[in-house]
């Protein structure tokens, strides 16, 4: 009971003794106030950075492994280009040999002339895929239909384009059945895509114009085609299995011995998530070790004033002594003033943090927008700043503890 | 006994050298006794005056405070006892010029352990007792060096000591504040508080009822006062008149009895 009162009691005294010399309690607590605002400032735009760039991850989709040939580092002369040609017996067995697999498309790219009436254009984006690009992209389809395993087997010349295609050829806006001409090839649509931007950040930019057709058809197109693999995993965290899954069978197919190098790559967009989290932690520990230098330079502050503040006040502890305070409770006192300083120092801080992640979120289009301060970074200042009152305060209050009442109350 | 010391010694060394503060002293203090301690500077007077407040220990002997050993004590031990044993005055008042005259009063019973309700009630009536209840928000600067004097005592009254242990009280005061400080001291002391005065001013210590006076760490005299010793010559005059008129009214029967009620009727008439 006597030590909350006394507790009480001293941090009431040692905000009235802050009030008192405020100029100068504001000059000692800035290597806080500056350690603090900085850290919360920093840690909320990293949390805003992460945020945006997790949700241009999103984006791209989770789950997803991509396979594409890959020319050894230094290999040039050893491999070619057309021997690391992803293979079609590759992509058939890959299903039936990678368990955590769930489903895959080979995608087979091409640049080539669209023409519809009067318009075309020299070089779109046509994409040969499976019908299980459908549920790997889990675009929703607008108009007509999804690509089907007929049109596959078939090898029908049937097309499937976004909606911006139907703007771009000034199609008639219920397009579903009619015929463009692709390579100088009449195919007729079947269904309209949703669009869907890809962040500038994974080299997509303003929506393209899209055409996809069946993989079989497109495979006639393209007699020795450039091709990559896109494979959905079973469940998100399923990434590493999938790969070395991949990486064994596509050695195996490829007749590679122990040492050689592989001579494709296998992507999973978890891994650079996984990637992006570790740098971004980094980057944490790069900002505990400032906070630590600016708190550590603030306390020798604390510890310079609170040295003062106990020879200024050196008659009074004797007082305090004579009539009964104990050492142990001399000592709690300066503890706690060096404790109220510095939190009071943390709370400032954290007031002009705040102010700086709100200024930042104003900025027009920043990718910090959605920047918040989490509760971990508010807990680590305010505990930070504590423990610099307790660490540096704790030799002043000790020398106050251990003043001999005598010399004390004779002192000038 | 209030205060009980069996041949006090404190030593101190000054570099190499050994000082003899106090060489053996023997002292008794009964419970509402006002006694001076006077001595020249140098004489162990202030050595004394530290021990007897438990700010300072002995380095042999006994020193033992309502029945307390403090001579046995640590620090913590000795704090405790400084709270509730023993009520401060200092020459130099040594208020906290940033509280109130209230606030000051309750420091001490901020670091009581016992009875922490009703503080500032206690604080409050101690500042009555000195004739300060109407300065209770006042703080030190706004009151007169009489005054701030009265805040002390109050303070050093109200944890309700055993000894009130004042350090030259009126050292920095002018004489007409001196008096009014003396008076209070002796209302106090027929209130029934036990005073140790340290002074080397005769006069002040001419009001107190016994006078210890020290000389190179040792007890050079103790004895009662002028005032003290016209007042108990006065009471042994009015006992052998009150028997030779016992003998000469009744005669030897029953003189004993007479002799007692005569005594005791003369002192009722004696007392101030």
Known sequence: MIIVRIIFQTVFLAISQIWANKVRAMLTTLGIIIGVAAVISVVAATDGLQKFVLKEFASVGASKVWIFPRMPEGQRDRFSWRQLRIQLKEVNGMLERCPSIERLTPILEMATSVQFGDVSKPTVSVQAVRPAWHQIEDRAIVQGRPLSTIDEDQRLQVCIINDKAIGEFQLPSECVGTRISVGGRLFTIVGVVETKTVSPMFGGDEARTEVYIPFQTGLMLRPEPRMYIVAQTKSPELYEDAKAEITFFMRRMRNLKPDDPNTFGVEAIEQIIAQFKKLAAGLSVFLAGIVAISLLVGGIGIMNIMLVSVSERTREIGLRKAVGAKPAVVLLQFLVEAITLCLIGGAVGLVIGFGIVAALKLIPKSPLEEAGVPIWAIALSVGFSAATGLIFGMFPAIKAARLDPIVALRHE | ?272
């Open chain 2, 1 to 272: 006994m209030t205060i009980r010391i069996r041949q006090l010694q404190k030593v101190y060394r000054v570099g190499t050298e050994r000082v003899h503060a106090l060489r053996g002293i023997d002292l008794d203090i009964a419970k509402n006794e006002f006694v001076a301690i006077m001595g020249a500077s140098g004489s162990g007077k202030s050595t004394l005056m530290n021990i007897l407040g438990c700010l300072d220990r002995p380095t042999a002997g006994v020193y033992e405070l309502a029945g307390k050993p403090t001579h046995r004590m640590n620090a913590t031990q000795l704090a405790q006892v400084r709270n509730q044993e023993i009520g401060f005055v200092f020459q130099s008042f040594e208020l906290l010029n940033r509280q109130t005259a209230l606030d000051n009063v309750t420091l001490p019973l901020i670091y009581s352990s016992k009875r922490w309700w009703g503080v500032r009630k206690r604080a409050k009536e101690a500042l009555d007792r000195v004739g300060l209840g109407d300065r209770v928000h006042h703080r030190p600067m706004q009151l007169s060096g009489g005054q701030r004097q009265r805040v002390a005592i109050a303070r050093a009254l109200v944890n309700s000591p055993s000894i009130l242990l004042a350090d030259e009280p009126t050292g920095n005061l002018d004489s007409k504040t001196s008096e009014e400080i003396i008076a209070l001291f002796k209302q106090l002391h027929a209130e029934g508080q036990t005073i140790v005065i340290v002074t080397h001013e005769e006069d002040i210590a001419g009001h107190a009822k016994r006078i210890v006076r020290l000389r190179d760490g040792r007890i050079l005299s103790d004895s009662p006062t002028h005032e003290d010793v016209m007042h108990q010559d006065y009471l042994r005059r009015a006992a052998v008149t009150a028997v030779s008129v016992a003998k000469r009214e009744l005669g030897d029967a029953d003189v004993m009895a007479s002799v007692s009620a005569s005594v005791s009727a003369s002192v009722a008439e004696v007392k101030p």
